[in-house]
């Protein structure tokens, strides 16, 4: 039987692209975009890829990394402001059965001049002896630098 | 245009009940009872109640308090596992205006022949229009009433 335990954490982390905010936030919205940023590191292979950009809409992705695990990314879209915000829930999981955390995740996007400064907060739930030890928060910072990549497109 | 804003802020609220934890939990499971508790109350009407307890599925609540601004709750489930924990999030409107998007946890730990119920909700307020205290001076509220449905 599994013990069951949830540990809560938060983390925020910034970017400023030189793009507007009108083009960052299209990195999210357009599903051809969002399909060449939002991908594992190398030796990650696409499994499946399902995505509804709007309030109460779902997306999901999973993937095989080169360790063999397969993740699960299934989220919610909550909030939708377009060039502005963008707020989604998630769960991950492990190899389809185990299920590693619940977040609520924060996307706000601010001109900064002609550039934009990006704002990522993940309220966290990580659950039942899942050891995150930061990698969330590490894989969040690669994603958004591979958004970075896409923008210079 | 409204000013954007987001404020991030994190509560937790611990409540005992006196009934087991597959009694606490079907509370929040079962669509009939939690209706009484959670959605019905004193000046309140519901426009509409719906719920899809599974993992993915979705719960709206819609109602208004006398002549007040239509509200909205859009929840969708994420966790479940039977007479231990609930994971949630859920977004709140008032008229055309979502004023918060949160993540709830519900823990529910057997304590002798009771509960210990733990809430903790990790909330995004947005442009102003909502605020952590009020929200969780709901809850314990929400909870006071929940002890009250369970004993009757």
Redesign the interface.
């Known amino acids: 039987m599994i013990e ?1 335990s ?1 540990v ?1 954490g ?1 983390f925020t982390i910034e970017r400023v692209y030189d793009a507007t905010p009108a083009r960052v936030f299209r990195a999210w919205a357009d599903p051809d975009a969002k399909a060449r940023w939002f991908v594992g590191p190398a030796g990650w292979q696409l499994l499946e890829r399902a995505i509804d950009f709007r ?2 809409g ?1 997306e999901h992705v999973s993937g095989r990394m080169a360790s063999g695990t397969v993740s699960t990314f ?1 989220s ?1 879209y ?2 939708i ?1 377009p060039d ?2 963008i ?1 989604y ?1 998630y ?1 991950m999981h492990l190899d389809h059965t185990r ?1 590693i955390s ?3 995740a ?1 996307v ?1 996007l601010k001109p900064e001049g002609r550039a934009t400064r990006l704002v990522f ?1 993940e ?3 990580f ?1 039942d002896g899942y050891d995150d030890a930061g990698s969330r928060e590490h894989g969040t910072g690669f994603l958004l630098n591979q958004l970075g990549a896409e923008l210079q497109r | 245009m409204a000013e ?1 804003s ?1 404020v ?1 802020a ?1 509560f937790s609220i611990q409540r005992a009940y006196d009934s087991p934890p597959a009694k606490v939990f079907n509370a929040f499971a079962d669509p009939a009872v939690k209706r009484r508790w959670f959605a019905e109350g004193e000046g309140c009407q519901v426009d509409e109640y719906s719920v899809d307890f599974n ?2 599925g ?1 719960e709206r609540t819609r109602f208004r308090f006398g002549d007040g601004a239509p509200m909205r709750n ?1 929840t ?1 489930y ?2 479940i ?1 039977p007479n ?2 609930i ?1 949630f ?1 859920y ?1 709140m409107t008032i008229g055309e205006n ?1 004023i918060s ?3 709830a ?1 519900i ?1 529910f730990n057997k304590a002798g022949a009771g509960t210990e119920l733990r809430l ?1 909700e ?3 307020f ?1 442009d102003g229009l909502d605020t952590v205290g009020p929200r969780e001076a709901g809850w314990k509220d929400l909870l006071e009433t929940l002890a009250r449905a369970l004993q009757s």
């Open positions: 069951r949830v809560h938060t309030v109460g779902k299934d919610y909550h909030d402001v502005q915000r707020i829930s769960h299920k619940v977040s609520l924060t706000e907060t309220q966290g739930a659950l | 954007r987001v991030h994190t993992v993915g979705y859009d969708t994420h966790d596992v231990e924990r994971i999030s977004t979502r998007s949160s993540l946890t823990e903790t990790q909330g995004a947005l």
